[in-house]
């Protein structure tokens, strides 16, 4: 699927299952041992191994020994790994919208420099006007050349 000719194909075929969601919401907690992530999320062993591999081949972790004798690792997000922090978060501000079941959210973010909770928003990277979807307009990219959106009659 990634050599599919769709941003969202693509990013799915890396992170678009519920086990590697939470590997990554756990990876941004800073948790970093096997263990440690298999105690949080209550999965296998072996699904967690290969959701973990996955990851890492696709360099969204880098695995790293910590212990040796026996060898243990653990998994840290890299440059690429973080660049999935407005996903994860467009994720959480979604759920706490939608799925809180009128508790309110389960966990409030606060931002360091200022010390104010925060919600995630999308921005203009020229202007940094705060987007809504309707004030978006998709448009034929260097990487879609020759390529219809939709379907013309024969």
């Known amino acids: 699927m990634q050599d599919e000719n769709c941003s969202i194909a693509r990013t799915l075929s890396v992170i678009g299952d519920r086990w590697t969601m939470l ?3 756990d990876a941004f907690l800073r948790i970093r041992k ?14 967690l191994s290969e959701r973990l591999k996955k990851l890492v081949d696709e360099g969204v972790l880098k695995k790293t020994a910590y212990q040796a004798g026996p060898t243990r690792f653990e998994y840290c997000l890299t440059a690429k790994g973080l ?9 959480v501000n ?5 799925l809180d079941k ?12 200022c010390e ?9 990277s020229e202007c ?20 219809r959106l ?3 009659p024969d």
């Open 23 to 25: 590997i990554l919401r």
């Open 34 to 47: 096997f263990e440690d992530f298999q105690k949080d999320l209550g999965i296998s062993r072996q699904r």
């Open 83 to 91: 660049d999935l922090y407005p996903v994860i978060m467009a994720m």
């Open 94 to 98: 979604w759920g706490d919208k939608y």
């Open 102 to 113: 009128g508790m309110g959210a389960p966990m409030l973010y606060k931002h360091v420099k």
């Open 116 to 124: 104010h909770y925060f919600t995630a928003q999308l921005s203009c």
């Open 128 to 147: 940094g006007e705060v987007l809504s979807p309707r004030e978006a307009r998709p448009e034929i990219g260097p990487g879609k050349a020759n390529v």
């Open 150 to 152: 939709t379907a013309e």
